[in-house]
């Protein structure tokens, strides 16, 4: 496995993991009759600005990775 590939790996697990715990939440306290929405609109900021992140990383540990070719 390539390093290009580990980092992938991790950076999907860490956009969204988290997301799906906090939609997850959402709908457990939308079970509840509570309100949910603040949780849905915590997931989607979450999976928005860690995906960009995400891309960031990504974008750059490949570019890395060809200048060294």
Do not use: C, D, Y
């Not at 999907?12 to 929405?37: D, I, M, N, S, T």
């Amino acid at each position: 496995m390539t390093t290009e590939t580990k980092i992938a790996r991790v950076l999907l697990v860490f956009v969204f993991a988290p997301g799906g715990g906090l939609f997850g939440k959402a709908v457990a306290e939308a079970a509840q009759a509570r309100p949910w929405w603040p949780w849905l609109l915590a997931a989607l900021v979450w999976l928005v600005i860690s995906g960009a992140i995400s891309m960031a990383v990504s974008t750059a540990v490949s570019n890395h990775s060809v200048e060294h070719r």
